[in-house]
């Protein structure tokens, strides 16, 4: 996963131009559950119910105390159960952006750590003004952190 978050939807914003006149009114709050998410090259993999499946294995408390709280969420306790019931709730995205297709996350996080490297070794040598020298430097440096990856 790269992003998860829950959010409480308590009223809905009315000051814009073209609100109806009709204000609407929730008639209770909301628990939104967003997740940006990569998903494994698996044939088999499932959407969504994999990643919640994976999802109530690793947090079942945090799950259990935020959704308990919904309308229709299952007492039973049962994975199935409470899959079932959080794909029945979702809500499909029509319209998605992908900043990084066909990258994973640990590509992504390996781009950032060369970037801060990158950083850090032009923050150091900033002040070297020997051609030579800052070339073998930085050499010697991007060596190292491809070699890491």
């Not at 109806?20 to 628990?31: A, F, G, I, K, W």
């Not at 698996?42 to 499946?53: G, I, K, S, V």
């Not at 308990?68 to 952006?97: A, N």
Request: charged content about 25%; some cysteine.
């Amino acid at each position: 996963m790269h992003f998860g978050r829950w959010v409480v939807i308590d009223e809905l914003k009315t000051d814009w131009a073209g609100v109806p006149r009709d204000t609407p009114q929730l008639n209770s709050q909301y628990v939104l559950f967003d997740v940006d998410l990569t998903v494994p090259d698996y044939d088999d993999y499932e959407l969504p119910r994999a990643f919640l499946r994976e999802l109530l294995y690793a947090i079942p408390a945090v799950v259990d105390a935020v959704w308990s709280h919904c309308y229709g969420f299952p007492k039973s306790g049962r994975l199935d159960d409470v899959i079932e019931y959080l794909v029945r709730t979702q809500i499909d995205t029509t319209l998605y952006y992908v900043g990084h297709p066909g990258v994973s996350v640990r590509e992504i996080r390996r781009a950032l750590d060369q970037r801060d490297a990158l950083i850090e070794f032009v923050t150091a040598e900033q002040s070297t003004r020997v051609m030579p020298t800052l070339q073998s430097r930085y050499l010697t440096a991007a060596e190292q952190w491809f070699a890491s990856t």
